[in-house]
């Protein structure tokens, strides 16, 4: 049984940092195209970022370029999201996705596997 768990959501203020991670059993995650989406109230699922399956290739949102970076540990099965100056727009459940073979994956269609989501919550 494949499962993706997030953690490290929370409550930051306006310009503040949180650190994602999503820890993958049940598939190989060396071989996993890894993503990172986010979902606000009333809105669509949109995509974050992405890393390809040996980490050498990373794709950001145009809103999030500069802020956020997408890592990966094929050591400890997981992705991370470091976001940085984040601000009251970032505000959304964060779901980490996973899928196998490929590279760069920026589309929640291509993705198989997915996480239940973490909240991040950005106060202004």
């Known amino acids: 049984q494949v499962q993706l768990v997030e953690s490290g959501g929370g409550l930051v203020q306006d310009g503040g940092s949180l650190r994602l991670s999503c820890a993958v059993s049940?598939?190989?995650?060396?071989?996993?195209?890894m993503g990172w989406f986010r979902q606000a109230p009333g809105k669509e699922r949109e995509f974050v970022a992405a890393?390809?399956?040996?980490?050498?290739?990373?794709s950001y949102a145009d809103s999030v370029k500069g802020r956020f970076t997408i890592s990966r540990d094929n050591g400890k099965n997981t992705v991370y999201l470091q976001m940085n100056s984040l601000k009251p727009e970032d505000s959304a459940v964060y779901f980490c996705?996973?899928?196998?073979?490929?590279?760069?994956?920026?589309?929640?269609?291509?993705?198989?596997?997915w996480g239940q989501g973490t909240q991040v919550a950005v106060s202004s």
């Open positions: 996705a996973a899928d196998l073979f490929g590279s760069i994956k920026t589309t929640a269609l291509e993705y198989k596997y």
């Open positions: 049940g598939v190989s995650f060396s071989a996993c195209a």
């Open positions: 890393i390809a399956w040996r980490g050498d290739r990373t």
